[in-house]
């Protein structure tokens, strides 16, 4: 077999958009996937477009071109497939819709709205979400408390909470209503619920959360639950091997 014409079942199954390099490994080693009738138990396995690949009971066809879009998700909504709670997902939501199965590209938590990118392509979703690459997120955050701008705008250098260390934070002061004041925050690493737990270790309550941008993509003026394909130009300008 001509090892330049094979791939790690792996990589197929995120190009194909089943889901992540990481799940395809979980679900390899779970006895979910089949290669020509036989079920995987390694995910160093390698095939070719010869072989029929089989995910629970479902043939995967070979990867379409990569596509992206952009989308509102509203409060509310968890961004997962399933919920073992039952709580209402983004892919629920986004059933109205006739899309093909999708990959998000980073989460956002119930409580969280705003810019989330999603994608056919599992390339595409690693690839933005890599540290290496750099990409801002920003947010416009609302937090109940006295704010000691000082503290905040410290978080440029990082800082360490409970031995988790969360990286450079950008920050700029907005409106202020009372004890609500609006913050424009930018992260590049995005760590699990950062903002929330940067918050609360300074003694401020985030009240309401909105995503802005990631990298170079915006929400511009898309509404909650509303979403918008990128141009293929656009794609191609922004992620290599696209």
């Not at 990867?63 to 629920?92: A, I, M, Q, S």
């Not at 119930?110 to 390339?123: P, R």
């Not at 995005?190 to 309550?205: H, P, Q, S």
């Amino acid at each position: 077999m001509d090892n330049s014409d094979t791939q790690r079942i792996a990589k197929v199954l995120a190009r194909a958009g089943v889901c992540s390099r990481r799940d395809a490994e979980k679900w390899i080693l779970a006895g979910r996937v089949q290669v020509n009738g036989v079920t995987l138990t390694t995910p160093a396995t390698l095939v070719t477009d010869n072989c029929r690949i089989v995910v629970d009971g479902y043939t995967i066809t070979a990867p379409e071109e990569p596509r992206l879009w952009c989308y509102y998700k509203p409060t509310g909504y968890v961004t997962t497939h399933k919920d073992p709670e039952g709580r209402l997902t983004v892919f629920e939501d986004l059933s109205r819709f006739n899309l093909p199965r999708l990959i998000s590209i980073g989460r956002l938590d119930i409580n969280s709205e705003g810019l989330l990118l999603l994608t056919n392509d599992g390339a595409l979703s690693r690839y933005a979400e890599l540290p290496s690459t750099g990409w801002p997120r920003r947010y416009h955050v609302r937090v109940f408390g006295r704010i000691d701008e000082e503290q905040l705008i410290s978080l440029e250098n990082g800082i360490t909470i409970d031995g988790v260390h969360y990286g450079k934070i950008e920050v700029e002061f907005g409106e202020q209503r009372g004890a609500n004041t609006w913050i424009s925050m930018t992260l590049y690493e995005g760590k699990n619920r950062e903002i929330r737990k940067v918050m609360e270790y300074f003694g401020l309550r985030v009240n309401r959360l909105i995503r802005d941008s990631y990298g170079p993509f915006s929400l511009s003026n898309l509404e909650p639950g509303e979403i918008t394909e990128v141009p293929r130009r656009e794609i191609i300008k922004h992620f290599p091997k696209a």
